[in-house]
């Protein structure tokens, strides 16, 4: 039976695959994917997956072209990549959408982000990204914590557990993120103590550590700036469903 042949590109990851194991299919830093087609398209009208909140995470499964690699395996700044290059191949670097302005919320305006121009935070030489462990010394508690960069396995996971708070009625987002990331606390990897020390932290070194790690991730950076009435200011670009849907076919 005759099989159509898919156009595909092999991109660049922010990590530059230094943290994947040396094995990893991903340790070159470099992903395979390939172009959408209308097989794609039906995923993003799935309702029931997007009522789910997984149809991203199918989109890309259904993209990546390397063999033994699903979105599970990438840290979320490859991921994200991922995401502006499948758009980019899809329909062009052009993204139209309504955006606010962050000095005044009720004033927005349409505009076009130029995704090209999405550069890379790289995986930096300063730092051993080798096997995903990293340590960081909490600057009031003088907490010495190990930690690992978030996997879209690990985000699945996350999801699962703020479902079931929310259905108590409170918000975890911060304690729960920062349970998944902290492997290990002064020595101490039982989950007990990790998960305490999350629920415990103090703000202070909450904060720092997590400005820590935002800095140090490799990531694509997805904020421009753009004018919104005489003001230049910096505006996030929404990693939505509808980031995948043109204006033009609207």
Not at 94 to 102: F, I
Not at 137 to 156: A, Q, S, Y
Request: glycine content about 4%; hydrophobic content about 35%.
């Amino acid at each position: 039976m005759a099989e159509y042949k898919f156009p595909t590109e092999v991109i660049d990851l922010p990590s530059l695959g230094k943290v994947y194991p040396k094995n990893s299919p991903l340790a070159d830093g470099k992903i395979e994917l390939k172009y959408m087609t209308t097989k794609e398209e039906d995923i993003l009208m799935s309702e029931n997956l997007i009522k789910k909140g997984i149809v991203i995470d199918k989109l890309i499964d259904s993209l990546i072209v390397t063999d033994g690699v699903k979105q599970d395996d990438l840290i979320l700044g490859d991921k994200n990549a991922v995401l502006v290059a499948a758009r980019i191949l899809a329909y062009g670097p052009e993204y139209t959408c309504q955006v606010s302005n962050p000095k005044n919320p009720q004033e927005s305006i349409e505009h076009t982000f130029d995704l090209t121009k999405c550069p890379f935070k790289e995986a930096t030489d300063s730092l051993d990204y080798a096997s995903n462990s990293f340590e960081y010394t909490t600057p009031v508690g003088k907490n010495k914590i190990k930690f690992k960069l978030l996997t879209g396995k690990d985000e699945k996971l996350i999801q699962k557990d703020l479902e079931q708070s929310k259905k108590y009625g409170y918000n975890a987002e911060v304690s729960t993120r920062l349970r998944y990331t902290i492997t290990e606390v002064d020595g101490d990897k039982s989950q007990e103590m990790v998960s305490s020390f999350a629920q415990n932290m103090l703000a202070r070194d909450s904060v720092a550590f997590r400005k820590y790690i935002a800095d140090m991730s490799p990531d694509i950076e997805l904020k421009q700036e753009i004018e919104i009435g005489g003001d230049t200011v910096s505006v996030s670009i929404p990693l939505t469903v509808a980031f995948f849907w043109p204006s033009s076919i609207e």
